[in-house]
């Protein structure tokens, strides 16, 4: 991927906070010219050094499995806020329509964990981690002996993060009223999530000033 410096985020936190909010991501594998891409809800991790590890599982039938035995090494994409800036919304028509968007990639080398009791860490992991904005969160434990048939069903995995390259493409180097008109237009069509995440990103780049 191409990553511009313009592009970077303001601090590498604001990687994490992305991908904890949009988790589904591209998990794409290459063996011998045979590719396969799965997407996979993922929770990020780090541990006291920062080093990052992604927790999810594939389906037992998905031919990806067989394809991550042969080459752990994989690319993982997601894909944040994104949308398309018309130039109708703005009061200078001369700057060209485009498409903001935010992009993490994370080079990885795959662990497929066939350990007792791997299946039911990395569900609740995911289940703690997607249902904790909302009342009363489920738990696998509610699952009750159900969760040992869909256990059988997944093949867990942790992928350790080699390499990240990242593209917050948000408007940097636009003048102010390009960018005012930018986030008023996608608010007033309802693309909440790209206009806060433009909004949050020029406060924290002023902030840094």
Do not use: C
């Not at 990020?44 to 991550?68: A, K, M, W, Y």
């Not at 497929?112 to 039911?120: I, K």
């Not at 040992?148 to 080699?162: D, H, M, N, Y």
Request: without cysteine.
């Amino acid at each position: 991927m191409n990553t511009p410096e313009i592009f970077r985020p303001t601090s590498d936190s604001e990687i994490d906070r992305m991908v904890a909010a949009y988790p589904l991501a591209l998990v794409i594998s290459t063996v011998d010219g045979d590719t396969q891409a799965s997407p996979l809800p993922l929770v990020l991790q780090r541990d006291s050094d920062g080093r990052g590890t992604l927790i999810g599982h594939f389906s037992r039938f998905n031919p990806q499995v067989e394809l991550v035995k042969r080459e752990r090494r994989a690319l993982v994409a997601f894909s944040g806020a994104q949308g398309y800036i018309s130039s109708s919304w703005l009061r200078e028509r001369k700057y060209a329509t485009t498409w903001n968007y935010q992009a993490v990639h994370f080079k990885v080398d795959i662990e497929l964990d066939e350990r007792p009791g791997a299946a039911r860490e990395a569900l609740e992991i995911l289940i703690r981690h997607v249902d904790a904005p909302y009342p009363n969160p489920w738990s696998v434990g509610e699952m009750g002996p159900r969760f040992e048939q869909i256990s059988t069903a997944i093949v867990p995995f942790r992928a350790t993060i080699l390499d990240t390259q990242v593209q917050f493409k948000l408007g940097q180097g636009d003048p102010a009223s390009v960018l005012e008109d930018g986030i008023a237009g996608l608010t007033r069509y309802g693309n909440l999530g790209l206009a806060t995440a433009m909004m949050r990103h020029h406060a924290m780049a002023q902030a840094a000033k």
